[in-house]
């Protein structure tokens, strides 16, 4: 069979890929010519540029790591250098408003006005395709309610009137607002970045979580309120070998400045992964916060050294709490498997030890960095995990003594009120104060080459970054939020976010069908897991009785044999 090809414009001997190192390696011997015979600056300034060229050109050629260089010298870096400005490209120039990756133009935008105080009102209309599948909004009543204020807050670990129930309840409660900030470490974050958090929780009364690296110097100098999160390091409170150490625990836990203490099982950007901040990051700073030495590997495992199964983890829960001086104490995950939360739970009514409060955080969730495919595909999301656990909690009874934190992509007045509208009593965010901070999204965090002085440890970087603006603006961004939410209740008739339930809030599922979340979410009855399961869910059907308060691991039933297989090892007669 014949082939036939498509005519050369130009011949094949000509080398089209070659033509600019041609060009420098001609410029060269022209120009250094032109400046022998006439002499002048600028004829040598050429040759310089095309002798450095020329180089560069053999260079590419003689290198043997890029392909693309090899064939294309010169040229074959424009390549590279369009790759690496792409992402800046494609936000500024291509992506559209309302395109989310992992955040939109029109989130980030958002976010920005509200921290520089600005007016975030938008003429004619929703920019949103209120007829596409997924579109949600929140009913308004006739009769719209009018608060006093939009500083929602709620008692987390009893109130004082009311103590916690439980063996070794919480003894100083904690009178927490609905908005906080979201558990990010010093050493993932710049000082100057753990400053302005601080002094903006200081300001605008919220909490600020430490992240699993600890707390500061930065964190303690302004007395902003902590949530002091205890990670599979122990970090704060751990011996040399990385074991729990109780009375360094007791030491910072007892600290006035710290509100509660949660313990962190997992994280939403890459569960049941653990971590490693290579030994030349962990700076002096870095290494006191910690209790580790100096420029060595900073490791946390992916598992707890401290407790093996739940019930364990309950008393050790109840260890922490005792140590802190009776202050709200809880865990913080992404949920997994179902059988490991639902063992958990039988361990809280086994133990009758009860954490104050859980933060689920949603797999689309982290502002830490992660392998691709922890990022994409693994933990549950957010919405699914936050309804299973506050349904679990309602079917064994045990929803009344247990607050329930969210957090993932949470940035607007509406996010909250969904997120309490599926079971939440607050929310925390983590990305949306970076933006407030100054974050870009350019997406460099774990490189060190933070633009924005927010994700860095450069002095020089980082000192972009000045505290006492960025503070103001992250106290803005909590204001501004929270007054965008009372809106959204009085608009709703209601008196709290707590109110908000899935009755509330309005998905369109088709062209021509809408429903209330109330309709397609799962719901269980109070107490309903304690007695016959057959009118639950199926993952309660599935994973529930078979989940063991001694254990982490799943025993299934065994399964029947089949009747070939009766038969197989029937005895003869």
């Not at 707390?215 to 122990?234: F, M, N, P, Q, T």
């Not at 104060?433 to 933070?450: D, E, N, P, R, V």
Request: with cysteine; charged share 20%; proline share 6%.
């Amino acid at each position: 069979m014949s082939q036939t090809l498509a005519p050369r414009r130009i011949p094949a001997w000509v080398p089209i890929r070659y033509t600019t190192f041609t060009l420098a390696l001609l410029g060269t011997g022209l120009f250094f010519a032109a400046a022998r015979l006439w002499g002048g600056g600028w004829w040598w300034v050429g040759y310089a540029i095309c002798l450095a060229l020329s180089v560069l050109g053999v260079w590419d050629m003689l290198q043997t790591r890029h392909a693309i260089l090899r064939n294309y010298p010169i040229i074959g870096h424009f390549r590279f250098m369009l790759e690496y400005i792409r992402p800046e490209i494609r936000q500024y120039f291509i992506e559209s408003d309302q395109e989310a990756l992992p955040f939109s133009r029109a989130q980030r935008s958002l976010v920005y006005q509200r921290a520089k105080g600005e007016s975030d009102s938008r003429p004619l209309g929703t920019l949103l395709n209120v007829a596409a599948q997924g579109y949600e909004w929140v009913n308004h009543s006739m009769q719209p309610t009018k608060l006093t204020s939009h500083d929602f807050r709620i008692w987390i670990g009893g109130t004082p009137d009311k103590p916690a129930e439980g063996t070794s309840p919480c003894t100083q409660p904690y009178h927490a607002s609905i908005f906080n900030i979201s558990a990010m470490s010093f050493g993932a974050l710049s000082g100057n970045a753990i400053l302005a958090l601080n002094k903006g929780a200081k300001t605008g009364g919220f909490a600020h979580d430490t992240g699993e690296g600890s707390i500061s110097k930065y964190h303690r100098e302004h007395g902003g309120d902590l949530i002091w999160e205890v990670a599979s390091g122990y970090f704060g409170c751990r011996n040399d070998d990385g074991t729990f150490n109780e009375a360094k625990y007791a030491a910072n836990a007892t600290d006035p400045q710290v509100k509660m203490i949660e313990l962190k099982l997992s994280q939403g950007a890459k569960p049941g992964h653990g971590g490693m901040l290579l030994g030349p990051k962990v700076t002096p700073e870095i290494a006191a916060a910690r209790g580790v030495p100096v420029g060595v590997d900073c490791i946390s495992p992916p598992t707890h050294s401290a407790f093996k199964t739940p019930v364990e983890m309950m008393h050790f829960i109840a260890r922490l709490r005792e140590k802190s001086g009776g202050k709200p104490t809880g865990f913080k995950f992404c949920v997994g498997h179902p059988w490991e939360w639902f063992a958990i739970v039988k361990a809280m009514i086994e133990t009758d030890i009860t954490p104050d409060f859980i933060v689920v955080d949603g797999a689309e969730g982290g502002t830490g960095a992660a392998p691709v495919e922890f990022v994409d595909h693994v933990g549950v999301p957010l919405q699914e995990g936050l309804l299973l656990v506050h349904n679990t909690l309602i079917g064994a009874g045990l929803r009344h003594r247990v607050k329930i934190g969210a957090a993932g992509k949470v940035i607007t007045a509406f996010d909250i009120a969904r997120m309490m509208a599926l079971g939440a009593d607050w929310c925390n965010a983590g990305r949306g104060f970076m933006m407030a901070l100054g974050c870009i999204q350019a997406q460099s965090c774990h490189t060190g080459h933070c633009p924005t002085g927010v994700a860095t440890q450069d002095p020089g970087r980082q000192k972009a970054l000045v505290v006492p603006d960025k503070a103001t603006r992250v106290a803005n961004f909590h204001k501004s939020t929270l007054h965008a939410l009372q809106e959204l209740v009085q608009a709703a008739g209601l008196e709290h976010p707590c109110d908000i339930t899935a009755h509330h809030i309005v998905r369109r599922i088709s062209d021509t069908e809408v429903r209330q979340l109330s309709n397609l979410v799962m719901r269980v009855e109070p107490g309903a897991l304690l007695g016959d399961l057959d009118k639950q869910h199926n993952v309660f059907k599935q994973y529930w009785p078979n989940a063991s308060a001694h254990t982490f691991q799943f025993s299934p039933p065994p399964l029947a044999p089949s009747a070939e297989k009766k038969q197989e090892l029937a005895v003869p007669a």
